[in-house]
């Protein structure tokens, strides 16, 4: 959910006080890179799952509050708009047959949350989009009621000076004006964390986007907005768009979106926080009264407040993080190219993929990305976004092939070499990469599912119209997702 702050109004005083806070801090943390102890000896992944809320009749339940009232449970957070939560699954191992005790206590959790939301009218989703979601749905007044997201929509605004256009061409096109930044409510994700050293987090990164188009195709679960059938992961058109604090003329400029898959590869963890300091205008411009150059010299660690809120308005599809914890510093990759869903083990199958890869990948002697350039792996998840578990990939050695012959002749067996680095059971790992692996023979991922049901429905059961048929097929999929069994294997009539 990101750091909370309190509401106010800032000055132009506030924002020059930041900027040279901002500065002196990243020099403190270029210090602490080469000075300092991080926390890296036994990495831990971690997860987050963002998930909607709808009411029995499908449609958006705007209740995460009374619904976080009922759950009652601290892992459960609110996020940007009122029919989202979001669930902080706490870090651990890979090791040994810990993604199945996971799978089993993620299981738990949600169905004990799914029952108390219940009480109070609601029902929870994980799905990219929410398909019955319309303009109506996403106003100012859908905003969660939290200063933070007050304050984003005010200043994204402001150095807008315009409202947003959204504009998607897919499979039908999407074009539309919004005054707020609810529609980024609708980019429901599951983030991975991975925690590295800061001398292992280049190459980390860069592995990690030289896979993102595979991840994306893999996993797309978003090909409705609005009633319109438009990419198949129409949540990352949506998401750069929603943010976008650039009016037409910054963004002919060249000047960088706040959404950013980035421009080239990097050599340390230092390149992005000091693009992030040299490239962005400060949101939230909010100072803190830690010295951070008094802390490090008296031999404590310094929280860097300041860095720390910058980075979180600043949305890389691998985002680095900066974090503390029992008093010592650690960096974390944080993956956020997946859309939640469709069910536990499908999200489990998707982090077995992406961790056995990244533990390969990271650690050759001859890089992946130095035989990829920078613009083919953002062209590889462009190409993915729209066109799923159909799209064709580059990748070197083999050209640009499709994206499931890939996955099965190249790509299952370094992950599972990488999950064996990771001491994961081989039953363990055959599992959740055989979830993959059936996904790429039959391809049937979230999205060709919901394309699929949903084209069924619409010509089956005339005269329903467009509404009626996505309200039918996102009560099939809520059905499917709680049976937990892989999408691959649902039904489609």
């Not at 920078?374 to 994206?403: K, M």
Request: aromatic residues 8%; proline residues 5%.
């Amino acid at each position: 959910m990101g750091e909370r702050v309190a509401a106010r109004a800032f000055s132009r005083a506030d924002r020059q006080r930041y900027r040279d806070k901002l500065r002196r801090t990243l020099d403190v943390f270029g210090r602490m890179l080469t000075e300092s102890t991080f926390d890296f000896e036994r990495p831990l992944t971690g997860m987050e799952i963002e998930l909607n809320l709808v009411d029995d009749d499908a449609e958006p339940a705007m209740r995460n509050e009374e619904v976080l009232a009922a759950i009652a449970n601290e892992v459960f957070q609110a996020e940007l708009g009122q029919f989202n939560i979001e669930l902080n699954v706490r870090p651990g191992s890979l090791a040994g047959a810990a993604a199945t005790d996971l799978e089993a206590a993620l299981r738990a959790s949600l169905n004990d949350a799914d029952e108390r939301a219940r009480a109070v009218g609601a029902h929870l989703v994980m799905i990219g989009t929410l398909p019955t979601l319309a303009p109506a749905h996403l106003t100012g007044a859908s905003l969660t009621a939290d200063a933070r997201y007050a304050l984003l929509n005010e200043q994204i605004f402001a150095a807008r000076g315009e409202d947003l256009h959204i504009e998607i061409d897919g499979t039908e096109r999407l074009s539309m004006r919004a005054d707020t930044i609810a529609p980024e409510a609708a980019c429901t994700s599951v983030q991975f964390h991975l925690q590295v050293s800061p001398q292992d987090y280049a190459a980390t990164w860069n592995a990690a986007q030289c896979i993102a188009g595979v991840q994306v195709a893999l996993g797309a679960n978003s090909p409705f907005l609005f009633g319109k059938e438009l990419w198949r992961e129409t949540r990352i058109a949506l998401f750069e768009q929603a943010t976008d604090t650039r009016p037409e003329e910054l963004k002919a400029q060249g000047v960088r979106p706040r959404v950013w898959f980035g421009e080239r590869w990097i050599t340390s963890v230092f390149d992005h926080f000091e693009e992030n300091v040299t490239y962005f205008p400060a949101l939230l411009p909010v100072c803190d009264d830690e010295d951070p150059a008094e802390v490090l010299a008296r031999g404590d660690v310094p929280r860097l407040p300041e860095l720390r809120m910058h980075n979180g308005t600043i949305y890389r599809w691998n985002r680095p993080v900066y974090d503390i914890h029992r008093g010592r510093p650690h960096l974390r990759v944080e993956n956020r190219v997946l859309p939640a869903g469709p069910t536990v083990v499908d999200v489990l199958a998707n982090g077995a993929f992406y961790f056995g890869l990244l533990r390969v990948l990271a650690a050759q002697e001859r890089p992946l990305w130095s035989r990829m350039s920078f613009s083919t792996a953002e062209d590889n998840f462009f190409q993915a976004a729209r066109h799923g578990i159909n799209a064709q990939l580059y990748w070197p050695g083999l050209g640009t092939v499709p994206a499931t012959e890939l996955v099965l002749r190249r790509l299952l067996p370094i992950a599972q070499e990488g999950l064996a680095a990771w001491d994961v059971d081989t039953a363990v790992s055959d599992h959740l990469l055989g979830v993959i692996e059936r996904r790429c023979t039959t391809y049937r991922n979230g999205a060709e599912w919901q394309a699929e049901t949903f084209h069924r429905i619409d010509d089956e059961q005339q005269p329903l119209d467009r509404r009626d048929s996505l309200r039918e097929m996102l009560r099939r999929y809520i059905e499917h997702m709680h049976s937990n069994e892989p999408v691959h294997t649902w039904p489609t009539g």
